[in-house]
């Protein structure tokens, strides 16, 4: 079992950055890639981006490369979403996930383990 704990969500104005953090407890963390998904208002959650177990290859949705930086330090089980240039459409609820294989996936349905969430929302 894994647990995982989104942090580091808030309103910023457009333009603007922000830093997610997932948090990890329980089995060995760095045994699992892990993933960031978001979840807009009225819409379905969608990939973000994702990270392999030791943080070497990563993986983006097309429309968030050159914004968003997935990192991770397993010294501290902790995974980061570095969001720069946020604009009104980024405002979603953001989730981590985390997946015992070794490949990197978009697919919700491969990750095991599932964070609450945790809020971001951008002004105009």
């Known amino acids: 079992q894994v647990q995982l704990v989104e942090s580091g969500g808030g309103l910023v104005q457009a333009g603007g950055s922000l830093r997610l953090s997932c948090a990890a407890s329980g089995r060995t963390f760095s045994n699992y890639a892990v993933g960031w998904f978001r979840q807009a208002p009225g819409k379905e959650r969608e990939f973000v981006a994702a990270?392999?177990?030791?943080?070497?290859?990563?993986y983006y949705a097309d429309s968030l490369k050159g914004r968003f930086t997935i990192s991770r330090d397993n010294a501290k089980n902790t995974v980061y979403l570095q969001m720069n240039n946020l604009n009104p459409e980024d405002t979603a609820v953001y989730y981590c996930a985390a997946d015992r294989a070794p490949t990197l996936s978009r697919r919700q349905a491969n990750y095991d383990y599932w964070g609450q969430g945790t809020q971001v929302t951008v002004s105009s």
């Open positions: 990270i392999s177990w030791g943080g070497g290859r990563t």
